[in-house]
């Protein structure tokens, strides 16, 4: 039995908890605000908003560090590789003619995945409460009080 709106809000607003990863992530993909789909979550290139204009969920706390690079590396490298070794069997060029085709089709790739992949892991973050989403600040775990072992 699907769930109505009314009571979504007898429930106490369950609806706002649900986080589906999936829509998180595409929402962050393509550049939208993952909790509501409708404001941006980039301000310049690489540099999220600090909230939400929106809804007004919070963006400024998020970690991606060096996650989408790696992610943009991965994904270029592969298709990049793939396509030097399917073209180096088709055509014979010489080593300098692939490095005067691959390396502008490698920048510019990676500049163009670098945005969307990044906002897809704010959008997993969001999805997951991570980084302080869930509405608590995250703690190292040595930093937490050291266990009773008698307990």
């Known amino acids: 039995m699907k769930a109505t709106a009314t009571d979504i809000l ?21 550049g939208r605000c993952p909790a509501c789909g409708n404001g941006r979550l980039f301000r310049s290139f690489l540099k999220s908003v600090d909230s939400c204009a929106a809804c007004g969920e919070r963006m400024d706390h998020h970690r991606a560090d060096d996650f989408p690079p790696y992610i943009v590396v991965t994904i270029v490298g592969h298709l990049v590789l793939t396509g030097y070794m399917m073209t180096d069997l088709i055509l014979p060029l010489s080593t300098w003619q692939h490095l005067a085709f691959w390396a502008p089709v490698t920048l510019a790739s990676s500049l163009a995945l670098m945005q969307p992949v990044k906002g897809a892991v704010i959008g997993l973050q969001w999805a997951l409460k991570m980084h302080g989403f869930g509405g608590h600040e995250d703690t190292p775990e040595d930093s937490l009080p050291p266990r009773d072992p008698s307990a």
């Open 10 to 30: 007898h429930l106490g607003g369950a609806e706002k908890d649900e986080r589906p990863v999936g829509r998180s992530i595409k929402r962050g993909f393509f």
